[in-house]
Every structure is written in structure tokens, then in C-alpha cells.
């Protein structure tokens, strides 16, 4: 039996045409301020421009579908799953819904997801489509208090301690697309590591980070399929 752990970052969401937040074309290089709306302080202080910030990046997910690198983890789940080699994980930071477009089933998004509303006042969340007025009025509570269902700079990521066991588990942990930077990125590497796992890093421009055992430098579109199929056909077909 074989547990992978599979943490995507926004590259993997690069070539479908999302914007990274890091590295080259990056949101962050186009905008500095935008850090700093998207934090807590930022929903605080200008609610309508956090939320304008976020309809447009939710619009903008009926322009895109996802690239190979999507597809392929969702085939591996599926047959991972189905021949019972082992247990299968994928947390993403991404907001995108690509891993579920996909195909991938129980997706943990460690940073919520763009496709729904929160209630800040009773925690209920909502499938949400469309744009996301300030003051809309949460069906629940009545409150009129519902915001974007994303973890802003600032707000604790979601799944963390199931994440963590799971990572401390992994047998074969792979991070995709993510500069390692952010919370719980480099911590979730640093425990599948110290608990044994095999790390592998896809990423065009090596992150350098110290738990990573073997780099797979390319583009997620290419290089992920390549693992996958190296997986399915066999541990003894993965090239480390
Ligand atoms: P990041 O923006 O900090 O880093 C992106 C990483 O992806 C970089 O290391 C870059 O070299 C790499 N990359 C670029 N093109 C790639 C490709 N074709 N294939 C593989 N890797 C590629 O992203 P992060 O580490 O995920 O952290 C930023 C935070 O912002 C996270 O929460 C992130 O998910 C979120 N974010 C999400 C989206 C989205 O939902 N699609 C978009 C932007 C930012
Ligand atoms: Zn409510």
C-alpha cells in the first residue's frame, strides 16, 4: 500500500490562465496593494473592494477549464482508489473549482474555494455563483454578513490538523505549483519528510526548498502526467 499526498498551489492553475500570486506575471507583481486587501484588515476596512476583487476572479473561472496536470490527478484518484493500492490526498491552496471540474472527488481547499459564500456572523457557507454584494443577507441567520468563502492574509487555513496527520503518513508526498512559501505549504512538507515520506517537487522554477528530495522541473501540464503514469505503472517505474 502506497498513501500519496498530493498539495496543489496556483501554478498547477497557471496554464488553464490563472494568475499565480508569485513569480513571473504574478498578481502580486502587478499589484502590490492587492496583498494587502486580501487580508482580513483589507475585508475590514474596504468590503467593497475585497469583494469586487473576488467577483472578478470568480467570473473568471467560466473562462477557463482545466490542463492535463488537473485531469491526471483526477484519473490517478479514480484508479488508486479502485485497485486499492493505497490511500489517496489532494489538498490545494487554490480557490479555482479546476481539481473538481476535473473529476477529483473531496478536494480539501486549504484556502476555501471561490464558488461560495460564508457567513461571517453563523459560519454557514453557501454554493455561490455570480456576484457577491456587501451586506447580502445569509439565509441562515438573516445576518447581513455574507462574504467570500476564502481564507484571507491573516485568517487560519482550513483542514490544518487533518492535513498534518495525513501528511505524517504520506508515503510519497508531491507538492505542485506552489512556491512553498505560505502557510501550511512549507509545513506540511517539513512533516511528510520527518515522518519518512519521499518528497517530490513539480515546479518550472525550483522553490530550493530543504525537505524537497527530487525536483521534477517543467510545467505541471507536463511533468504531472509523466509522474502519474509512472505511478500507475509501478513504484519501480518512478525515476528516483
Ligand atoms: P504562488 O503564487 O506563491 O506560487 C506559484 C508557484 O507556481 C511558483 O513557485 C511558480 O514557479 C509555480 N508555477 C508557475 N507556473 C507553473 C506551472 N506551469 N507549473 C507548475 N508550477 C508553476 O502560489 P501558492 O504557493 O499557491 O501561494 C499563493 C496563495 O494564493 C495560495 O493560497 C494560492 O493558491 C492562492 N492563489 C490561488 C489561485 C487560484 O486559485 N488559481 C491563483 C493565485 C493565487
Ligand atoms: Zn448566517
Keep these: 500500500m502506497t498513501d500519496l499526498v498530493f498539495l496543489t498551489g496556483a501554478g498547477i492553475s497557471a496554464e488553464s490562465g490563472l494568475a499565480t500570486f508569485r513569480g513571473e506575471g504574478g498578481l502580486w507583481e502587478e499589484d502590490e496593494d492587492l496583498r494587502a486587501l486580501c487580508s482580513a484588515e483589507g475585508l475590514a476596512a474596504q468590503p467593497s473592494n475585497v469583494h469586487a476583487f473576488y467577483d472578478a476572479r470568480r467570473a473568471q473561472l467560466r473562462e477557463v477549464a482545466p490542463n492535463p496536470a488537473h485531469v491526471a490527478l483526477a484519473q490517478l484518484q479514480e484508479r488508486w482508489i479502485r485497485e486499492a493500492r493505497g490511500t489517496f490526498t489532494l489538498a490545494t491552496m487554490n480557490s479555482d473549482d479546476l481539481h473538481e471540474r476535473a473529476g477529483s472527488r473531496d478536494v480539501h481547499h486549504l484556502h476555501g474555494t471561490l464558488f461560495a459564500a460564508l457567513c461571517a456572523e453563523c459560519g454557514n457557507r453557501l454554493g455561490w455563483e455570480g456576484e457577491l454584494p456587501v451586506r447580502e443577507d445569509c439565509p441562515a441567520c438573516d445576518a447581513p454578513a455574507l462574504r467570500p468563502d476564502v481564507v484571507l492574509f491573516g485568517e487560519t487555513p482550513r483542514h490544518r490538523h487533518a492535513l498534518e496527520a ?18 501550511p505549504a512549507a509545513r506540511l512538507i517539513g512533516l511528510a519528510r520527518a515522518n519518512g515520506a519521499v518528497t517530490i517537487e513539480v515546479n518550472p522554477a525550483p522553490t530550493g526548498t530543504a525537505d524537497i528530495l527530487h525536483v521534477l522541473c517543467g510545467p505541471a501540464s507536463e511533468e504531472v502526467p509523466r509522474l502519474v503514469r509512472d505511478l500507475l505503472a509501478g513504484a519501480h517505474a518512478v525515476p528516483f
Excluded: W
Excluded at 503518513?169 to 508531491?174: L, N, Q, R, S
Design 166 to 183: 495525513l501528511a505524517t503518513k504520506a508515503d510519497i508526498f508531491i507538492a505542485i505549483g506552489t512556491s512553498a512559501s505560505v502557510h
